[in-house]
């Protein structure tokens, strides 16, 4: 914006080093000015016609017989002295919004204003900001950043306040209308060419986010960027998802990607009172609207630079509320002394609890659900916090500090309903197993014990049945329920029987009843009984014939495995009616299950027996 003082000779200033000279062939210069380290020799009465301060000083200096006024802690430097001095000798005025700020100020300490002159500098300024600066938002946010070096005459003089409140207006608008975001610069003109023959106009243009104005605030300093989004957030017309992304984008620019740098102690206070500062701009929800992983993120630099309990309860509580959205490597928070694990185990047990309690409440008040699936319809978020539990100890199982009581307490937060498959818990027990090789056993045999082999896939099941690290119980129970799961295919295919999904989560004792028909049923003393009607013999050459379906090479049971599984099931009839077990422990023939109806119940009890020996 220019001025130029009508009828008057547009005079000229010099720079000389660290003094100005205002040069003039019809006057002689008779008062010097300091500001600063800048001297300006200048000429009174043009001054004095504009500034009411300088007429005051001009005053006292004269009485003190002196022609040097030194103007001290002046606003802007000698930079916006010079903008008010031209302006009073007529000379052009250029401003901007880099420099517009300074002007102001320095223009309200000389008290340029209507009262001395009609028209004066201060109302100019006003006219240039209310017309020019406030309506366009690239210059609202510069302006905005030059009054941190000029308080607190900014603030008194309301420029602080009227751009914020500017800034916040426009965030609000209908993106449709954005046209001037400097850093979101998708939505652009059709080209003014001349189309040629045969080209079509570019198609619908994408449309402006919502989001559109998070990038552009991110240069503010902390404590202008706070009066910013509050400013936004009482507006009320702002999506709470939106304020979450803001906050997010804040903080990947401004707080260190790196350890070392949050918690050194040149920045320490500083990434500690962003910190809080954001937190504190968290959505009225909890969080909710923020991504859960950018609320983990948060809670890991919280716990680093060792924010106040207040902010790490704030990020908690949004966490727990949607901790099905979470990842394993998100919740991998160190843990600080005087913890000894790698990873802050009892934090995670808190989110979990909370998460869980939650839920729970939730589902109690609802309908319960008719079927599983409906289940699982309704508690998807319950089967996501199983498996990304059962993830994170897997992680946990390789620290050698986690002790089997903590491992079994988390293991243990999790509802069975949110394990349909076990293969996830098997691995991490399978790692907590191999990492802690000085377990007792009846230690492994508790662990193991929370696993249930019946939930476990085949896949799952063949590399349980060779696993040296596993109870001998453990084994002997996947291998049973293995043979279960071969004789409920075996029914599928030939009876097409919609319960053989339910034949495999039987019981060991389901089995027996289910399978082994009533006494008074038998019309044939001496008849043999098998199992569903079909040869076990053809069942176990099914279930090897399964087993190479599914990967690229033959599966076949280990030694190990085949020995107890004989043992289990392959039964002799001697001379005298007794049914004794096979001690071959190398038998290549499949195993058979054979019992005779005088002996079955005798049988069925000694075959449990030996079963519930194992250890």
């Not at 600063?36 to 301060?53: A, C, D, Q, T, W």
């Not at 102001?104 to 009609?118: G, N, Q, S, W």
């Not at 994170?392 to 999790?414: C, G, T």
Request: charged share 25%; proline share 4%; with cysteine.
């Amino acid at each position: 914006m220019k001025f130029m003082k009508l009828g008057s000779k547009p005079d000229t200033f010099q720079d000389q080093g660290k003094s100005i000279r205002y040069v003039s062939s019809e006057l002689a210069t008779d008062v010097t000015i300091i500001v600063g380290e800048v001297i300006f020799y200048l000429h009174k009465f043009p001054l004095l016609s504009m500034s009411n301060r300088l007429q005051k000083l001009v005053s006292k200096a004269n009485e003190e017989n002196s022609d040097v006024i030194q103007l001290v802690d002046f606003p802007g430097g000698p930079k916006a002295f010079e903008i008010c001095a031209k302006f009073c000798y007529g000379m052009t005025v250029t401003l901007n919004p880099y420099n517009v700020v300074a002007a102001r100020c320095a223009a309200e300490y000389l008290e340029m204003t209507e009262k001395v002159d009609r028209g004066n500098l201060v109302f100019k300024i006003e006219v240039f900001l209310n017309s020019s600066v406030f309506r366009s938002w690239k210059d609202s946010i510069i302006v905005l950043q030059t009054t941190k070096s000029l308080q607190p005459w900014s603030e008194d003089l309301k420029v602080v306040g009227r751009c914020i409140d500017s800034i916040a207006s426009k965030t609000s608008m209908d993106p449709s209308s954005i046209t001037w975001s400097y850093t979101y610069n998708r939505k652009v003109a059709v080209s003014d060419k001349i189309t040629e023959v045969g080209m079509k106009f570019p198609g619908k243009l994408e449309s402006v986010p919502k989001d559109w104005w998070v990038e552009d605030i991110c240069e503010l300093e902390i404590d202008l960027y706070k009066r910013v989004m509050v400013a936004v957030k009482s507006k009320g017309r702002m999506d709470g998802s939106v304020i979450g992304e803001a906050l997010r984008t804040y903080a990947m620019r401004w707080l260190p990607d790196s350890i070392e740098a949050l918690v050194s102690e040149a920045h320490s206070i500083r990434n500690k009172s962003l910190l809080e500062t954001i937190i504190c701009l968290l959505p009225s929800d909890k969080g909710v609207t923020c991504s859960c992983s950018f609320l983990l993120k948060l809670l890991k630099v919280a716990i680093l630079v060792g924010a106040d309990d207040s902010s790490r309860d704030e990020l908690v509580k949004g966490i727990s509320l949607k901790l099905d959205e979470a990842s394993v490597n998100d919740i991998l928070i160190p843990a600080r002394s005087p913890q000894t694990t790698v990873y802050d185990i009892e934090l995670v047990k808190c989110l979990v609890n909370r998460f869980m309690a939650r839920e729970r409440s939730s589902r109690d008040r609802n309908i319960p659900p008719k079927s599983t699936n409906d289940f699982i319809l309704g508690h998807a978020s319950w089967l996501k916090v199983g498996k990304l539990i059962d993830g994170y100890l897997a992680e946990i199982a390789r620290d050698p500090n986690v002790s089997l009581s903590i491992f079994i307490e988390l293991l243990q937060s999790i509802p069975d309903s949110a394990r349909p498959i076990h293969d996830a818990l098997y691995e991490a027990i399978d790692i907590y197993l191999q990492e802690h090789s000085s377990l007792t056993k009846a230690e492994k045999k508790h662990l193991c014990s929370l696993m249930d082999v019946r939930k476990l896939t085949m896949d799952a099941s063949m590399h349980a049945a060779q696993n040296e690290r596993l109870p001998l119980r453990t084994v002997v129970q996947v291998l049973f329920f293995e043979q279960i799961r071969a004789a409920a295919g075996v029914q599928t295919l030939n009876h097409r029987n919609t319960d053989a999904v339910d034949f495999t989560r039987m019981t060991e004792k389901e089995y027996w009843q289910k399978t082994l028909p009533e006494k008074q049923n038998v019309s044939k003393p001496s008849s043999e009984i098998k199992i569903k009607g079909e040869d076990p013999q053809k069942n176990m050459k099914l279930v090897k014939k399964g087993s190479k379906n599914r990967s690229s090479g033959p599966q076949l049971m280990p030694s190990r495995s085949r020995r107890i599984f004989d043992k289990l099931f392959i039964g002799k009839v001697s001379g005298n009616g007794e049914n004794r077990s096979s001690e071959t422990s190398g038998s290549s023939q499949s195993p058979t299950l054979r019992i005779i109806q005088g002996e079955m119940k005798s049988s069925c009890t000694s075959s449990r027996n030996r079963r519930n020996s194992i250890s």
